[in-house]
């Protein structure tokens, strides 16, 4: 099987290595390496020079010498230490706390990430019986692909699940120690995960009008349900929480700021009943959501149901939530701190091929199923007040979010290649041209590469925006350039934006080394003479006007995810063989941007390029 996706430059093909044991090869990964003080720092400072005037630069480059020459080998020197005691590598406990768990928004929105998955073939979308609001087409698609995942899941128990590799590069599985029975906990200041490693609930969770219920999915021996044991498991849970009383959503809580989730929880926590309810959710395998009433028909209305559905009938905390609308649409909802998305549609994408293929789930379970119970909660004054302050707080960020789904379709990566170009590169490039093209100045930009050939590797940041770039977008804009200047430039920052993701595949990033030093200071004092991090540079360069990942997945998802700064924008893009497709998001009440106009200068420059590549063809 092959599944595509970026390591910031190339869009290349992962391969599962078969009759391979899922974590036999770890022993063989390197290592994360700790770049050398004096090197991160001299391309930290390029990386900001087009975001600078003269003046701005030379006071960076003043500040980045006496951070070298000052306090940053100390520090360094700590961030040594701290990689001698580390099981897996120096950035991975700091990254998990400081890019996730210390976050105090909600996650809601602002860091879960979302998707739509493909519908199946005609042939396979058979429905079947129905239970209160939930279609039979629903129950039966979510039975489908939940028992596709358990299987996956006790693959991964047995270590039979093949390890994933890149052109022969093994890639590191440890976080699939982390995809099934985990939840992200809120706590004062900073959250906790919660992990079963192996994972040994029986159960998975079902959300539906608002409520839970816990479904259990393994028989007394251990045995795991089959697709038809799952739907009617699930058609019993609807059934259970039907019958309950109307109540109010404690799910609605995780929608929330995670100071306000982390006092109405242990206010809950004090009642017997909300511990057995809370620890049912917490430890479930994973979460099912049938939503019931009127669906999108649409692209852009079925993505924001699934990135928010206005904070309702979803437990965001958990590390995966299947959705699963009227229709038998089927999407995700993703917790993103212990796990990478592209690792997670890894199991979702063998869970549709399957699906496709009409492949059976092996399973031997017998028919004596524990009954599935609806989750019953005690609810004091203080935490319905909560629980209604979460439902207004989840509407208002949901409708502040604007999403589009655009496909300017001419071309795609066959066509990039052919005039030898990346195709990651090649849309980086454009996306830095187009924003300069709609707003006249460069744009701070996240690429997220992946670092999965190392040791417990997450992801690092390939800063796009490069002299390059700026170089290229500027003579772009200009009418009187000649076009073999700009196809001259429009080289150089392709050559430049594959030059600085060599550096970060290699372990030589800017951003989570400078991170992490950053973490090693200890009191005041110490953070006055850290003059890199207190230059204006610094900040500028890290608030993502543009946060961009590239999610090609052979058509398999259409993901999303909202901006990380007030002013900026969220691009998740694809690059097929034959199209170029990306989901753009921006906020409503940002006065800095403007999605549709965005949009449309993509598309612009796109064709641009495109045009001028083959006018150039002609004149060779």
């Known amino acids: 099987m092959r599944l595509?996706?970026?390591?910031?430059?190339?869009?290349?093909?992962?391969?599962?290595?078969?009759?391979?044991?899922?974590?036999?090869?770890?022993?063989?990964?390197?290592?994360?390496?700790?770049?050398?003080?004096?090197?991160?720092?001299?391309?930290?400072?390029?990386?900001?020079?087009?975001?600078?005037?003269?003046?701005?630069?030379?006071?960076?480059?003043?500040?980045?010498?006496?951070?070298?020459?000052?306090?940053?080998?100390?520090?360094?020197?700590?961030?040594?230490?701290?990689?001698?005691?580390?099981?897996?590598?120096?950035?991975?406990?700091?990254?998990?706390?400081?890019?996730?768990?210390?976050?105090?928004a909600p996650c809601y929105v602002h860091?879960?990430?979302?998707?739509?998955?493909?519908?199946?073939?005609?042939?396979?979308?058979?429905?079947?019986?129905?239970?209160?609001?939930?279609?039979g087409t629903q129950i039966q698609r979510a039975a489908r692909l939940a028992a596709y995942l358990l299987e996956n899941c006790d693959a991964l128990v047995a270590e039979t699940m093949a390890p994933d590799e890149q052109r022969g590069v093994p890639q590191c599985m440890n976080q699939m120690r982390w995809q099934f029975g985990t939840t992200r906990?809120?706590?004062?200041?900073?959250?906790?995960?919660?992990?079963?490693?192996?994972?040994?609930?029986?159960?998975?969770?079902?959300?539906?009008?608002?409520?839970?219920?816990?479904?259990?999915?393994?028989d007394s021996a251990g045995r795991r349900a089959s697709p038809t044991q799952i739907a009617e498991q699930l058609a019993c849970a609807v059934r259970a929480v039907d019958a309950m009383p109307e109540g109010p959503s404690v799910a609605s809580l995780t929608a929330t700021d995670r100071d306000a989730w982390a006092r109405a929880r242990g206010l809950l926590?004090?009642?017997?009943?909300?511990?057995?309810?809370?620890?049912?959710?917490?430890?479930?395998?994973?979460?099912?959501?049938?939503?019931?009433?009127?669906e999108a028909t649409k692209m852009e209305g079925r993505l924001a149901t699934m990135m928010h559905a206005h904070?309702?009938?979803?437990?965001?905390?958990?590390?995966?939530?299947?959705?699963?609308?009227?229709s038998g649409c089927l999407g995700v909802n993703c917790e993103h701190a212990p796990v990478d998305a592209l690792t997670t549609v890894r199991l979702l994408v063998e869970a549709?091929?399957?699906?496709?293929?009409?492949?059976?789930?092996?399973?031997?379970?017998?028919?004596?199923?524990?009954?599935?119970?609806?989750?019953?909660?005690?609810?004091?004054?203080?935490?319905?007040?909560?629980?209604?302050?979460?439902?207004?707080?989840?509407?208002?960020?949901?409708?502040?979010?604007?999403?589009?789904?655009?496909?300017?379709g001419t071309f795609g990566a066959q066509w990039i290649k052919s005039i030898g170009a990346s195709p990651d590169a090649f849309f980086q490039v454009a996306?830095?041209?187009?924003?300069?093209?709609?707003?006249?100045?460069?744009?701070?930009?996240?690429?997220?590469?992946?670092?999965?050939?190392?040791?417990?590797?997450?992801?690092?940041?390939?800063?796009?925006?490069?002299?390059?770039?700026?170089?290229f977008s500027r003579a772009l804009a200009d009418r009187e350039a000649p076009l073999r200047t700009k196809l001259h430039l429009f080289r150089a920052a392709i050559a430049a934006q594959v030059d600085y993701a060599k550096a970060v595949a290699a372990g030589a990033g800017v951003d989570r080394h400078l991170l992490a030093l950053r973490v090693q200071l200890r009191d005041a004092d110490e953070a006055r003479r850290a003059a890199l991090f207190e230059d204006p540079a610094y900040a500028l360069s890290s608030s993502y006007t543009l946060s961009t990942s590239n999610v090609t997945t052979g058509g398999a998802m259409?993901?999303?995810?909202?901006?990380?700064?007030?002013?900026?924008?969220?691009?998740?893009?694809?690059?097929?063989?034959?199209?170029v497709s990306f989901r753009l998001s921006d906020w409503h009440h940002s006065a800095e941007t403007d999605a549709p106009a965005f949009r449309d200068a993509i598309y612009s420059t796109l064709a641009d390029l495109h045009a001028a590549a083959e006018h150039a063809k002609g004149l060779e």
Not at 187 to 198: F, I, S, T, W, Y
Not at 283 to 292: E, K, M, R, W
Not at 311 to 326: E, S, T, Y
Request: proline share 7%.
């Open 311 to 326: 904070g309702n009938n979803r437990w965001f905390d958990k590390a995966i939530q299947l959705v699963v609308l009227p």
């Open 4 to 104: 595509l996706y970026t390591t910031g430059t190339l869009l290349r093909a992962s391969t599962f290595a078969r009759g391979v044991s899922t974590f036999a090869r770890q022993a063989e990964l390197p290592r994360l390496p700790l770049p050398a003080l004096e090197d991160t720092v001299a391309r930290y400072v390029r990386s900001v020079k087009p975001l600078l005037n003269s003046t701005q630069l030379a006071q960076t480059e003043r500040a980045a010498a006496a951070f070298v020459g000052g306090i940053g080998p100390e520090l360094q020197q700590r961030l040594r230490e701290v990689d001698a005691r580390a099981k897996g590598s120096w950035l991975e406990e700091i990254w998990l706390r400081k890019a996730y768990l210390e976050g105090r």
């Open 269 to 294: 926590a004090r009642d017997a009943v909300n511990r057995r309810a809370l620890e049912s959710i917490e430890s479930a395998l994973f979460i099912v959501c049938l939503d019931d009433g009127p």
């Open 558 to 579: 259409c993901g999303a995810f909202a901006p990380v700064v007030p002013g900026g924008y969220g691009i998740a893009y694809s690059i097929d063989p034959d199209a």
């Open 111 to 135: 860091s879960n990430w979302a998707g739509v998955l493909s519908d199946p073939p005609t042939s396979v979308a058979t429905a079947g019986p129905g239970a209160g609001r939930a279609t």
């Open 352 to 408: 549709l091929d399957r699906e496709r293929s009409r492949t059976p789930a092996n399973s031997t379970a017998s028919s004596e199923l524990p009954e599935p119970t609806a989750l019953r909660w005690a609810v004091s004054w203080d935490v319905a007040q909560a629980i209604d302050d979460a439902r207004i707080g989840a509407r208002d960020l949901a409708d502040d979010l604007r999403m589009l789904v655009c496909t300017p």
């Open 431 to 471: 996306v830095q041209a187009a924003h300069f093209r709609l707003h006249g100045r460069p744009a701070p930009t996240y690429e997220s590469a992946s670092m999965r050939h190392f040791h417990h590797g997450r992801t690092e940041t390939i800063r796009s925006c490069t002299s390059e770039a700026l170089a």
């Open 185 to 218: 906990i809120p706590r004062a200041g900073c959250d906790e995960l919660r992990n079963q490693d192996p994972p040994t609930a029986r159960h998975i969770v079902l959300m539906y009008r608002g409520q839970a219920a816990e479904v259990p999915v393994y």
